[in-house]
């Protein structure tokens, strides 16, 4: 499995609250990316990172902002958490972005909004 | 914008029946194929991808795939499953320029009755 570790594993938080996941991967891979899966959605792309410092929205961005200050870490925050913010939410990393690239997937986290 | 279809959203089977799930992607240009499989409990794996050339694809664990462009279709199959493969499948498209982020379909669930 590729080093990809996500925290908190699970969360239990109120409407209203900032949140925030890290992801951290020991592969040194220049891209990550944050998707949240939900039931007859699949897993749908928040944001994504192609280095330190460089990141942008996927398809459901809003009321989610990210961070990446070093390669190896990934920080999706929730600024004013809501019900609807209630998700699992994974973390994938791949090498290059080059067209043989795979992503690969976190373990995880369980969030939910009361 | 790209979007991937999975018309099967649950299949029961014996063990040892055969399997085939249906995936249909919309993007008419060159397109990376993918199909995960999820545990339940654990985060995604990567069962196979199809990038070029040979249009079937073999991946783990007995399973196999067949790119057919004329009719957008990359079904998943396997001639006989086992009570282990219960899990959550799901498909994966990723155009061949542009971003590099993966569009999932919204997966099917097999349960694998002994």
């Known amino acids: 499995d590729a080093g990809i570790t996500q925290s908190p594993r699970h969360k239990v938080t109120e409407t209203g609250t900032p949140v925030t996941l890290r992801c951290h991967q020991t592969e040194n891979h220049r891209y990550m990316y944050w998707y949240r899966q939900d039931p007859g959605h699949g897993l749908r792309l928040i944001h994504y990172s192609y280095g330190v410092k460089d990141t942008d929205k996927g398809e459901v961005s809003d009321g989610y902002s990210v961070s990446r200050s070093k390669t190896e870490d990934f920080l999706l925050t929730l600024e004013s958490a809501t019900s609807s913010q209630t998700s699992v939410y994974f973390c994938?990393?791949?090498?290059?972005?080059?067209?043989?690239?795979?992503?690969?997937f976190g373990p995880g986290t369980r969030l939910t909004v009361l | 914008a790209q979007s991937v279809s999975q018309h099967n959203h649950h299949v029961i089977l014996s063990e040892a029946a055969s399997l085939e799930l249906g995936c249909n992607y919309s993007y008419g240009g060159t397109v990376n194929l993918f199909w995960y499989v999820q545990y339940p409990g654990q985060h995604l794996q990567l069962l196979l991808k199809y990038f070029s050339g040979d249009p079937l694809v073999k991946g783990i664990k007995g399973f196999e795939a067949e790119f057919i462009k004329s009719k957008f279709s990359f079904n998943l199959r396997k001639p006989s499953v086992q009570w282990s493969d219960t899990a959550e499948y799901f498909c994966?498209?990723?155009?061949?320029?542009?971003?590099?982020?993966?569009?999932f379909g919204s997966g099917t669930r097999l349960q694998v009755q002994p």
């Open positions: 994938a990393i791949s090498e290059s972005g080059a067209l043989s690239d795979t992503q690969y």
């Open positions: 994966a498209s990723r155009r061949g320029t542009g971003r590099r982020a993966l569009t």
